[in-house]
């Protein structure tokens, strides 16, 4: 017994040496010295919002700006500059209230920004979360951002960020005939990128319009591992809140294209999944309301729904869960309603829907995949910056 006890408290202290010594990730943003140098003098635009942050989670703006740097302009994506829109909400153009800078909606009038909105600019700064996952528009935001740049000959400078979902590759790849702001690019629904690694691959397959480049400079990040698990400081959207919340995004974001709830308007957005039609095939229950600010108008909304409680589930880090679409199918009463045509849209092919409507299993859905997802997964490399 003694000497079991000297194992376990060797294999404790040998935990926590290792958990010590595992290096910090530096992001980009928070390595000032390689990049504000380069900035002086210039008239700067950013592309930010909420997670775009230095240091002790102060906005890199406000921290720019006291480094002496001109920032000139702010474009704002999907839920605003300060992060405060509820989903799907259009975004207007305003002045800053904090710093006096105008403010230019990207997900208002337009999404792309226009030679105006460029105009006095010297450069443009991409510094903004992603979750890593196709639908999530702000890789969008950026495909526009870089077309935009490169036809106004401007250089796009991106302070790169971990991916909380960077550790494996799945889903089917776009068809370009389904092309949205939810699905810019031809690749799966979980791209296992970077926003700078995405940005260069945008430019090597000639993805902008006309098949122009961008000019890029890329501020990198130290010490980040795209295997290793990690929480964010700052939640990436309204409705994404916890880390277990943005790990269960590629999987749960599928039910948004059916009457299925994700518990947008809970406490527990993207942790949780149910409908009123599930009464009696799930006994985990929860109310969508409106909260200001995350989710207005929710679906469901008032409506009593039964479902999954995925908040301590484990989630496999190597493949979308297909299981919980299937069997929602399955259990639900009305098939002919399950579907909302947003599915096409986010799953990126036609193909997915009628294969779970005409009950094919899990194994041939994967296989359908093939050989685009694979290929896509060889192309890749060639623009990974970390291991």
Not at 232 to 247: D, E, G, I, R
Not at 333 to 340: G, L, N, R, S, Y
């Amino acid at each position: 017994m003694r000497r079991i006890s000297l194992v376990i408290i060797i294999l404790f202290l040998s935990a926590r040496t290792a958990s010590a010594q595992a290096p910090r990730i530096i992001t980009g943003a928070n390595r000032t010295d390689a990049y504000v140098p380069y900035l002086q003098g210039k008239n700067v635009g950013m592309v930010v919002n909420q997670t775009s942050v230095i240091g002790h989670l102060v906005p890199s703006v406000d921290s720019l700006l006291k480094l002496g740097v001109k920032v000139k302009k702010i474009f704002g994506p999907e839920h605003g500059f300060r992060g405060a829109a509820s989903d799907g909400a259009k975004v207007s153009d305003e002045v800053d209230a904090k710093t006096g800078i105008p403010v230019v909606s990207l997900y208002g009038k337009h999404y792309k920004p226009t030679p105006d909105d460029l105009k006095g600019l010297d450069i443009v700064i991409f510094d903004i979360q992603d979750a890593g996952a196709r639908f999530y528009t702000y890789i969008s935001t950026l495909h526009y951002v870089m077309e935009a740049c490169a036809e106004n000959n401007m250089e796009l400078m991106i302070l790169d960020r971990p991916n909380p979902n960077g550790g494996y590759v799945d889903g089917p790849v776009l068809d370009t005939a389904l092309h949205s702001f939810v699905g810019m690019d031809p690749v799966p629904i979980v791209h296992g990128m970077t926003i700078a690694e995405y940005a260069q691959m945008i430019n090597g397959q000639g993805w902008l319009k006309g098949g122009i480049k961008c000019k890029l400079k890329i501020i990198k990040m130290e010490n980040y591992i795209r295997t290793l698990q990690f929480g964010l400081p700052v939640k990436p959207s309204p409705n994404l809140q916890t880390h277990q919340a943005v790990v269960l995004y590629p999987s749960l974001c599928l039910f948004e294209g059916t009457n299925i709830s994700v518990g947008r308007g809970t406490p527990y957005p993207f942790m949780v999944f149910g409908s009123p039609l599930l009464k009696g095939k799930y006994t985990f229950e929860f109310t969508p309301q409106s909260i200001a600010g995350v989710s207005d108008n929710p679906p469901q909304k008032g409506q009593l729904c039964y479902g999954l409680d995925l908040r301590n589930y484990h989630v496999d880090a190597d493949k979308i869960n297909l299981t919980w679409l299937m069997e929602a199918y399955k259990a639900y009463p009305d098939k002919a309603h399950f579907f909302t045509p947003y599915f096409t849209k986010l799953a990126g092919t036609k193909e997915l829907q009628k294969q779970i409507e005409d009950g094919e299993t899990e194994e041939n859905i994967r296989l359908s995949w093939e050989p685009a997802l694979s290929q896509y997964k060889l192309m890749r490399l060639k623009y990974l910056l970390y291991r």
